[in-house]
């Protein structure tokens, strides 16, 4: 779904001095299976624009479907109208402006998702259905997406990109036993789907089954896990919004330490480990910036309106208008730095304690103190001596995240990618964590 340079142009045009274009044009192809079967398999496709007009102090923001002007000239009408309601505004310092003389990144759309058709992602649910025993029965989804993203705006901003993904998660159940596998790349030929029938197979190991343990122990978070964790507490932390009001739980921290010293965290929309994107919702440049050094707060995410608490420069990070996660900028592009311990290294350190594929979903429950609770799923297992022994019952965790990421024993040498849907990538390795913060009921 193309979107045309003069379409933009004209809309722009049509809603007059001060305005901003935020356009996406999506994408999504889609295979679902149940039960070893495939249930559906159907193609999306939307146009979602985004507008906003700021003059003289005044700011009203709308949204459109279309392109078309005559749709356009009638959202200007409504927003002409809106900005005659609205009294003055105060005469406040202008944010920072948008910089039009930065380069936009280029981030090359695959040809191998561009190009897909239905046989592709049918191929990919044979591999793994034809890979898996008769006992054993998959569920999940591929997705191939195409983005195609303009923001515009009528001081002459015109930045574009098109990006893909790729992904594919896979639930396998035998008995009452399920394990999971997800993999996304941004290029179709780059995800390894001839290797998750033998991760299914071995992830369902014939183990017991055991009672659920009660108290503190040990928790090694796989990086699936670890995927929900990292983005959970970017998002609810490290914005430079929450760090200027003294809502973030590190707000006032810069330059201390803040998570166990095993920890560096970046922010990098370039970085190809995951899904890579060059600006945000304001067209600012995604700039790669360090958000904890071996456990210092380095920095936070900002928009062009907290630019002053990343030296006057946004990162990169504005959310769009009207985005169901909030308005403060947030991360975006996640990368927390390997170990140099290997995953069976990993489970032998643990000893004894709780394995941990999936965690469903966390949910926060007071952000300034990162209080979340959320359980685990697919392939939860009690370890002993360092080696599995058990599967374990699914867990409801209630956690502080700081608590868990300054109880960090060790960090695996090997990370994999996810999202979740308020994050576009976060490429993550497996976490040790001490027993203490992690209380199972």
């Known amino acids: 779904m193309s979107i ?6 004209r809309a722009l045009e049509i ?27 159907h193609s999306e496709r939307r146009l979602r624009v985004r507008v906003r007009t700021t003059r ?37 310092t202008s944010p920072a402006p948008v910089d039009h003389c930065a380069e936009t990144p280029q981030v090359a759309a695959a040809t191998s998702v561009l190009e897909a058709g239905p046989g592709d992602r049918h191929r990919w649910f044979r591999t793994v259905r034809d890979g898996l025993d008769s006992s054993t029965t998959v569920g999940g ?18 930045r574009a990109e098109t990006l893909t993904k790729a992904a594919i998660q896979a639930i396998a159940k035998k008995g009452d036993n399920s394990v999971s596998v997800r993999h996304m790349h941004r290029d179709a030929d780059k995800v390894p789907v001839d290797d998750i029938p033998a991760k299914l197979r071995a ?9 659920a343990h009660h108290g503190p122990c040990r928790v090694l978070l796989r990086p699936q896990a670890v995927v ?38 970046v922010d990098d929309g370039a970085d190809a480990a995951g899904l890579p994107s060059g600006f945000d919702a304001e067209g600012n440049v995604r700039r790669h910036t360090r958000l904890i050094d071996r456990g210092v707060l380095t920095g936070v995410v900002s928009d062009r309106r907290r630019a002053a608490v990343t030296g006057g420069v946004p990162t990169g990070h504005a959310a769009p208008d009207g985005w169901r996660f909030g308005g403060d900028p947030s991360p975006s592009n996640l990368l927390l730095a390997p170990g140099d311990i290997s995953d069976e290294d990993l489970l032998a350190e643990c000893g004894s ?29 009690w370890a002993d001596s360092g080696e599995l022994v058990a599967w ?11 608590d868990v990421l300054n109880a960090v024993l060790a960090v695996g040498n090997t990370r994999e990618c996810g999202d979740t849907t308020f994050m576009d990538s976060v490429v993550v390795p497996s976490l040790l964590i001490d027993a203490g913060p992690l209380v199972l009921p």
């Not at 045309?4 to 142009?9: H, I």
């Not at 709780?354 to 297992?381: A, E, F, I």
Request: hydrophobic share 40%.
């Open 141 to 158: 989804a591929i997705r191939y997406d195409v983005l195609d993203r303009v923001v515009a705006d009528s001081h002459g901003l015109f």
């Open 353 to 381: 304690g709780l394995v941990v594929n999936r965690l469903d979903y966390l949910r926060s429950l007071h952000p300034k103190q990162t209080l979340v609770t959320g359980t685990t799923r697919d392939g939860t297992y």
């Open 203 to 211: 992830a369902l190991t014939p183990l017991p089954a055991r009672e």
């Open 228 to 265: 929900t964790l990292m983005a959970t507490y970017g998002h609810f932390v490290l914005g430079a919004t929450g760090y200027a009001t003294g809502r973030s739980a590190v707000a006032g921290q810069l330059g201390e330490k803040v998570v166990s010293d095993l920890i560096t965290l």
């Open 56 to 92: 003289n102090g005044r700011s009203v923001a709308g949204s459109l479907e279309t392109l078309e002007p005559a749709a356009v000239q009638a959202l200007a009408d409504r927003l002409d109208a809106a900005l005659a309601d609205l009294p003055p505004g105060p005469a406040a």
């Open 4 to 9: 045309e340079q003069s379409q933009v142009e």
């Open 392 to 402: 374990h019952p699914q867990v409801r965790f209630t956690f502080r995240m700081d």
């Open 15 to 41: 809603l007059g001095a001060g305005t901003r274009l935020d356009v996406l044009g999506e994408q999504a192809d889609l295979l679902r299976f149940a039960e070893s079967e495939v249930t559906a398999q």
